[in-house]
Each structure stands twice: as structure tokens, then as C-alpha cells.
């Protein structure tokens, strides 16, 4: 009885808690695929959180709000890709530049406009809807508790990853997005610009990271400074654990969604210091990186 | 194209900082002036403040010194290919290390002590580092992502020492034990912080260099970052230089964070250097991973906060100005087409 | 009135040089076309700038009696030129349908690849033209041939009505010339145009109607193919001298042995053959041993075996009696072994480096003092092997910045004045001019005539029968035929398109006897 107690919430919450991964990692895919390294999902991220929380607290409209908080952050991602793309600047630094630019303007505009530079509470704003669903389903023993009773959000993000899937695999765009990333000269030779699926790609992700950092300031009621708390990092090693597929990232994201609930858990009740087990996601990431990693070249008989 | 690699490039790059650097400006002034309801004063605090008394400028010295060594760390790695994101633990780590040692030895000689120390800062940023180049070789995991990982349990097991065991029951600060006096390095700019360290700091770029492009180790190391599969092919032991670079980078790294601790705040205190990692790959490429360029970018970083640490203690800006300068320094430093244009335009043939 | 007219085109890099000087150059319709001339003449900008992947600083084209403008692929493509480049502009992990869509995917609903669409159109093109491929295959696991065959897909799917092809055969071997020939007087039948870009002699003379001859970025000459007599006379108006000499081959006794493969063989997981399956071979001194075979079939991977840059899964590799099986390359280098890759500007030289840096990276040893290189020294030991190979550059400039020819003779001037006797040499004359191609030759017969045992792998037959004391062929990582060159030669004095042939059957495996032809030595069946 005691396991059944822990295993639901503890799943249910893993559910909840892997969404953001989920959708950063999946908007990253994108730029991924197009053969860009993108190490700004954190600072998307955070800077979606900030955008969207400021928006709904100020129209009072959630849907609006959400709205315009994903287009300041592809904004942001718009000037990373530009700066990448066309000014041939370095991915990876500029990658870091959108972090730290995320990080400094989410607190400096912070303060301009609610006068603190600590967390910023948003009591008035409205919440994010649960989707609703039949009795019936959500009576099913087990899967019912874990996988109903989730906000509109979570719902979102599965849906974005078949689109996500559907559309890398099988539309003319995809096949052109993957092409970028494999073979640029082809892609060239054939009349296309590279550059611009790339853009693209880069601008899905800034939708998708606006989303999940939505999801963790609207939760909250409340924006904290650097409240993505590396999650963006995670989402990206989430792409690679997850073998750069749809798929694969929903089975990572939720390995790290299972983590961090089972940190969260364990912080309240196992005696260990709480650094180490903020350490934990980190911990289990870099041994699935060498298991992985000996797995393969075991396979390559190097 | 049969030119000669150094003058044409060497002023295109400076051309192509120019431009950044006037961009980044430009920003800094137009956010106060939309932001500042004093903006005249917060543009003066902010690019002359650093200048306008010995306290100011020897902290902005002294501010460098980390910069250097994060500096001299990445240029080491990038030179040699090698991608080490795992910095701000190195940095850290080096703190720890520095005052494990002082707190171990309360009553020892203070150079003796202090050099023991030094050391333990080496050998703990540098075997950090060194284990995800050890990874690499091994079982061929990405360096760059290992090293951020380990780099992000250290922080946490650092914060966990300073809040745990190294916690100091006087105060209600989240600081260790101060370290014994005998371990301070001497002042050089009373009352700011600048010391002894800027002296090591300046010697380390000069043997850094000397150590890239005249010895036979840094020969290895650069062939290596030019062309792997040439360098084996030639003969070199091109696994020893996916290792070394790491090891090397995260001793400098780890000094750096030592010496904060041993230099100006004779205490370790959390989140002391963060930071520190990130704006060291900053440096390195505002130096184009030139250890002697090394020395000029770090002090441009650090006027940076300087000149947003001033305006913020005189006016109503926001220190995280620095940030966004910086952030748009990042995004433009290499941008290739900058330099490119620059090129361009000088070649009137 | 011909098809296509180019007038006037000129186009001019920043440093200078002439890549184009006011070309002329026009094309019949329904004709083929060689465009004709040394590396460096501006075949391929030409072509580039006509498929528009190149802008031109001035000039005219004109097709069909309209004047056109071409900005990129795609106006070109919409015109209906197309192009195939030396370099395969393929994507390894798609399909062959894929590839040949990319870019003009048939849609379904607007908004999905129709995938059926494209493989039905896909196989009645193949069929018309009696090509063997499966649209569903990888492009990964095609041959080489069969690649180029796709590249001529993209452009038949697309229509093309002129198709340029960029040295199609310098990857192919005789009989899958014949192949792309065949399928070029097919598509000609069909009412297609084709201009093909070439420096190999002879295939000019076999397939083209046309030629223009271009040299260092003008036209030198337009001819009816049918108008020249021979060789000689295409390549006095392609180099504006007479070039072609035969290659003078002293006799030499053979000394001892020196490189010694037993039974060697290379496996790899999840690849069902063995890339090189029991070799055995043995160089010995004073003689140039090749090898030959159509790239891919272990050619490559025989290379980095012996070069120790892989290492092998069964078998000895000995060097002068000393077991090195398992010895990296520094070691073998510090035993004497020289070697100069096929991959010349990734593994045989670093590009960014300056050409001092590049000269020393396997001795560098030599100019240590305390730990720190002496420069000065460094800097005397590169201007004296500029100056004996003749390089146009200097110690400092980065290398990248030679031509290919000069890069090459960097690469030489390091191995082969090493007091190496185990020397590796390949693919040596890949894209070099006729006059750098036998400064290559000369100084592997001075290798060879100072006592090393050479191994000469190339991809070329005709260099191999020019330069090689015995042949080995290579298929599928087995060697399949072991012929005494001297001999062969010899006795097939007026057949040697007929010897080329017979090697080239081997090459294909298209014989599963094994040919040992002339050789004192027995050697043991495959």
C-alpha cells in the first residue's frame, strides 16, 4: 500500500516536472538537426518565463499573455540565429551570449518595472487550466491518476512532439531541415539557403523554450530569478540521450523528469544534504553519457 | 592568395572589435538613456567612473586577475580544440582547495603554507577538468558536456562544504572560516583589493605564451587543434593532447579561484566566483586565444563591471547593465563577418 | 544558331588572379561538349557560373536566342541546365528517391512528401534509361557509380535539357566509363545537350562532338573532335607544348625485403566482409610495388593498416624482419616509414598552419633545445626544401594558401627526404597538372633507386602501369590478381587499352580466378 502511495504522485509529478524538458528539447531538435548547437534553451527558457508571467499578470489574460511572452522570447532567439546564421558569428558563443543577455535583462527589466530584483509574486494571475477529460478515463486504476489532471500545457507539449515528428518526417521542410544539418554543400547546390531553415529552426525553438517557461513561472504565480535553474541544459543533453528523435527525447525527458521527482522526494525524507541531491540529474546524466558511450563502442568492436 | 598571415588579419580583427565594442556601448548608453532618469550622470559613472579614484580602478585591477587565468585556461583548450564548459567549477574548486588547505594549516609559514595551497588549487581544477578528458579518450564522451556536468556537481558540492563543514558559526553569512592573516597576499593599491595576485596573473600570460608558441609540448598541442588526423598522421600522440589541454585549462582555472580566496576575500563565500567560467571564454576569444591578448580582454570584461558597479553605487541603473554589455560583446565578437568586411575594404587592389 | 552562348565572361577573384578571362564559349544543341584543360584552366568556374553557383563580373549568356540572367541553382535548374559536380552532392543517409527530390518534393495534401509520386516517376526515368538502382536504397551503400547515376537522376527528374558534367570518370573504372558513356549517347539520342569537363585525353576524343580548349582562364582553341589526330595534339594545345614523354623505367635488382603483410586482415563490426581479407605481400628494396582498384574497395583501408593509423584485426606486418603489427605511426616513422596520403589536404597537411609547421611534424624532434623549438634552425631547414622541390611559397604563409600542386610538394619535400626506406605513397598525382605529376614520378624513382621499397597504391591504372615493378589488385579487400608489370607491358606493347581492360575486370571482380601473370614468386589463393 505504502509503495502505490508514493509510486502515483511520484509518477504524476514526473509527468508535470519532465514537460519543460520536453519542450525545450523538442524546439532544440529543430535547430539540431539543422546542424546548429544550440546551448541558449536555459536562457530561452528563462527568458519565456519572465515574458510570459509579465504579459498574463498585466493583460489578466492568460491566453494573450503566453502570446506575447513567445514573441519576445523568439525575438530573442531571432537575434541569436541572425547573429549565427548571417553574421557567421561562433554557435556556441553566441549561444552563451542569449544566456547571459536572458539572465542580466529578465532581472534588470525585473526591477524596472516591479521595483525588486528577488522574486516577483503574481498573486492576481490567472491559472493555468487542467484539462478536463471524462470520469471514465480518469477512473482507469493507475495510468488514470498518473496521466489526467494534468494543466493544458502538458497536454500541448505531447502534442507538439507528434507534430514535431510528423512534420521532420514527412514534409518537404523536415526532409530540407535534416539535409541542412547532414550535407550543407547539397543543400546549397541545389538552389536552397541553408541559412534560412536554420532560422527557422531556431525560431521553433525559441516557441517551444517560451513554453516551457511558462509553465514554470504561471505555475508558480511568481517569477524567481533564474528560475530555469538549468533545465535548458538538461533539455540539451536530452536531444543527444534521446539519439536526436522525437522519440528518443520523450523517453529522456522523462528519465529526467523522474529524477528531479525523486529528488524532490528525497529531499524531504532521505538524509542526505540537499546539495547532493540537486546534484543528482547531473549525476545520472554523466554515467547514462559513458554507459552510452562504452555501449557504442562495444557495438563497434573498437 | 599568397599573403602573410599576420598584419592584414591581425588588423581586421581589430576592426571587427571596434565594431562590437561600439555596438555593445551604444546599447549600454541607449538603456540608460531609456531607463536612467539621470542618464548624463549614470554615462559618466559608467565609462569613466572605473578611472576616478585608486579605489575604483584597483578593484577593476584586481577584478581582472580571475579573468586572466579563466582567460588563459580557454585559450589553452580552444587552441587545442578542446572544448572545456566546465569553468565555473574549476574556478570554485580552486577556492575550496585553497581554503581546505589554510583552514588544514592555521598556524604554518605563510608562504609555504600559501604555496601548499596554490598547489591544491592546481590539482583540483586540473584533475577536475582532466576527467573529462579522461572520458574522452577512454570511451570517446563529449568533453564539452562532461566537463559542464562534473563542473555542475562540484558547484554543488563546494556549496555543500561551505554551508556544511566550513561553515562559519559567527556569522550569518553563507562563508567558510576566514582564512589566518599570514595567508593574505600583500596589498598593492590600499584600500582596494588589488594584490600580489595581478603580479602572478601578468606572469602567467607571459609563460603561457612563451609555452604555446615556443615549446615543443605547445607545438603538439596547437597541431593538434589545427588538425587531428594530421597530427597523428605525423606522428603525435594525439590522445595525451585531448587530456593535457583539459588539465592545464582547469589548473588555470582553479588558480584563479584560489587566488580570489587567497587575495581578496581571505574567506570562501558562496558564489565568490561565478561567472568567472563563462566571461573566461569571453576573454579568450575577445584575445583570439592569444595568452598575451589575454591580459587587455580581461581588463575590458572587468571595466565593464567596474563601470556598472560605479553607476549603480551613484544612480538608479541596475548592475545586470554589465551583463547585457557583455552578452552583446559575446554575440558579436565572431561574427566572422565583421572582420571579413574589413578585409575586404583594405584590400583596394 | 547554338544552343548556348556564353560572351565576354570574365571573372576575377580578389587577389588577382583570372579564374575567367572574356570567354567565349557556345554549345550546339544535341551535341556533347568537352570543355578541356589543366587543373586551374577555369573549366569549373566557367561551369559554375553557367549553373550559377558563381556570379560573373561581366559577360553574357545566352540560351536558346534568349539572354538570360543566372543567380543561382534554381534559375538554372528552372531553365533547364543541369549539373553534376566532382564532388557528389549527395546525402549519404537518405534514400535515392530522397535525394533526387530534395528540393522539388512532390506534395500530397499540400503539405506531406508524396513519397509514392516521386519513386513512380523515379523508376520510369530509371527504366527509360536502363539504369540499375533502387529508389529506396540508401545512397550510403551505392557504389560510386552508381552515385553519379543518381546525380544524372536529379537532373533527368528535373528535365534538364543541358546537363553539365564536372570529371565524371575520374572515379570510375573502365567499364563503368563505358556505362556513363553509353548513357551519355543515350540522353543525346533523347535530344539532351551535354558538356562535360575533362583533362583526361582520351576520353575527350572517344565521346565528344565539340571541344573547347581552355588554358589559365581563356580559350586557347574550338575544335571538331574529329579534327584532332591524337593525343599529343590535344595535350600541345592544352599545356601549349609538348608534354607527353614516356616515363623512362630503369631496370633495378630487387634487394631484400622490406615491407613484409602476412596474411593481414582488417574487420569491422556490423560489416559482414572483411575490408581487407589475408593479405600478403612483401616490398622489397629498390622496387615500386602497386596497387590497384576502383576506391572503396580497400584501397583506403590497406593505406591506414599499413601506414598504422588503424590497426589490424588478424595478420603481420613486418618492416625489415621486425614485427610492427601493433605499432602506431610516430614508431613506425622513427623505423624508417615514409608515407604520403591519398587525403592530402586533411591528413597530409594542416591548412592553417604555416607551411615551416607542416614541414617538421614528423621530425620536430630534431630541433629541440631545452624543451622549446628552435626557430631559426626550422625556419633554414624549410627554405632549403623549398628550394630542392621547388615550392612556391614561403616558411611562414599558411600552407592553405599554395595551390594544390606546391601543397603536394610540401608533403613530398617532408617524406621523401627522410632517410625512410619503407615508403607509402597515394593517390600522389590526384589533380595535379602533367608537368607536377612527373615531378612526383622522378622523385619516387629516386626513392626507389636510393634502396626503398615503395608501395604505390592509386586508383589510376595508368600511373600504376607507368610507374609500378608488379601490380596488385584489390577487390572487395582481397587481392584478386598479382601481375609482373614489367612483363605485361612488354608483351601487350599495342594492347594496353585491352591490358586495362583485363586489370579493370579484376578491379570490378568481375573474373573470380586469380591472376597470376608473370611473377618468379608464387602466391597463395585468395
Known sequence: MRNSQFAIPFLHSAIEIMTPFLLAAIGGLFTELSGMLNIALEGLMLAGAFFCVTFAATTGNLFLGILLGILCTMLLSLLFGMTTIYLKANVFITGLATNLFASGFTVMLAFQLFGTKGVIQFPNIPRLPVLMVPDSLQRIPFVGDILFGHNVIVYLSWLIVAIATVVIYRTPFGMRLRGTGMNRQTIVSLGLSPGRYQLVGMLISGFTCALAGSMLTIQLAAFVPEISAGRGWIALVAIYLGNRTPAGILVASFIFGLSESFSNYAQGTIRIPSDFILAFPYLITIVAMILYSVWRQSRRGT | MKGKKKPGDFLASLTGLAITLLIAFGLVVALILILSKTPGKMIYYFFLGPFTNTYYLGNMLNAAVPLVFSGLGMAVAFKSSVFNLGGEGQVYAGG????????????????????????????????????????????????MISSFLISSIVLLVVNYFITGPLDDPGNNMLASLPLAHQYNLMKLFSPSKLNLSALFAIAASALTFLFMSRSHIGYEMRMCGLNREFSR????????????????????????????????YQVLYKGFSFGMGWNGIAVALIARNNPLGVVPAALLFAYLDAGAKAAMLNGDITFEIASIAQSIIFFFITAQILSDLARKTRRVK | ????????????????????????????????????????????????????????DSGTIILDAARVSIRNPQDANRLGIGMVHQHFKLIPDFTVAENVVLGIEPVRARLFVDRAAAKANILEIVSRHGFSIDPDASVRDLTVGQMQQVEILKMLYRDSKLLILDEPTSVLTEQEIEKLFGTLRSLKKGGRTCVIITHKLQEVLEISDRLTVMRKGRVVAVRRTAEIADRAELARLMVGRDVLYP??????????????????????????????????????????????????????????????????????????????????????????????????????????????ENLIVSNHHRFLRAGFLRNNKIFEYSMELIKSFGIHGKPRVQIGTLSGGNIQKAILARELTSTADMVVVCEPTWGLDVESSQFVYEKIFSMRAAGAGVLFISSALDEILGIADSIMVLYRG?????????????????????????????MLGLRDDFASVGTEKKETQP
Open chain 2, 96 to 143: 575550496l582547495a585553497v581554503t581546505l588547505v589554510c583552514l588544514g594549516l592555521p598556524s604554518a609559514n605563510g608562504f609555504l603554507g600559501g604555496l601548499l595551497a596554490v598547489m591544491a588549487a592546481l590539482l583540483l581544477g586540473g584533475g577536475i577538468a582532466g576527467l573529462s578528458g579522461f572520458f574522452k579518450v577512454k570511451w570517446n564522451v563529449d568533453e
Open chain 2, 233 to 264: 598522421y605525423g606522428g603525435i600522440k594525439v590522445s595525451r593532447y585531448l587530456v593535457l589541454p583539459m588539465i592545464i585549462g582547469g589548473a588555470l582555472h582553479g588558480l584563479g579561484g584560489g587566488l580570489m580566496v587567497l587575495g581578496t
Open chain 3, 1 to 56: 544558331m547554338p544552343y548556348l552562348e556564353m560572351k565576354g565572361i570574365t571573372r576575377l577573384y580578389e587577389n588577382g588572379l583570372r579564374a575567367n578571362d572574356a570567354v567565349d564559349f557556345s554549345v550546339e544543341e544535341n551535341e556533347i561538349h568537352a570543355i578541356v584543360g589543366e587543373n586551374g584552366a577555369g573549366k569549373t568556374t566557367l561551369m559554375n557560373i553557367l549553373y550559377g553557383l558563381t556570379r560573373s
Open chain 3, 247 to 356: 616515363l623512362v623505367r630503369m631496370e633495378k635488382k630487387r634487394g631484400r625485403p622490406i615491407l613484409e603483410l602476412k596474411d593481414v586482415t582488417l574487420t569491422q563490426r556490423g560489416r559482414g566482409q572483411p575490408l581487407l581479407d589475408r593479405i600478403n605481400l612483401t616490398v622489397h628494396s629498390g622496387e615500386i610495388i602497386g596497387v590497384a582498384g576502383v576506391s572503396g574497395n580497400g584501397l583506403g583501408e590497406l593505406e591506414d593498416v599499413v601506414s598504422g593509423l588503424r590497426r589490424i584485426s588478424s595478420g603481420q606486418i613486418f618492416h625489415n624482419g621486425h614485427d610492427v603489427s601493433f605499432l602506431d605511426t610516430g614508431k613506425l616513422r622513427e623505423g624508417g616509414m615514409a608515407y604520403v596520403p591519398a587525403n592530402r589536404l586533411r591528413r597530409g597537411a594542416s591548412l592553417h598552419a604555416s607551411v615551416m
Open chain 3, 478 to 506: 582481397k587481392m584478386v590478381a598479382f601481375l609482373a608489370n614489367g612483363r605485361i607491358v612488354r608483351d601487350n606493347q599495342h594492347q594496353s587499352r585491352q591490358l586495362k581492360e583485363y586489370i579493370g575486370e579484376y
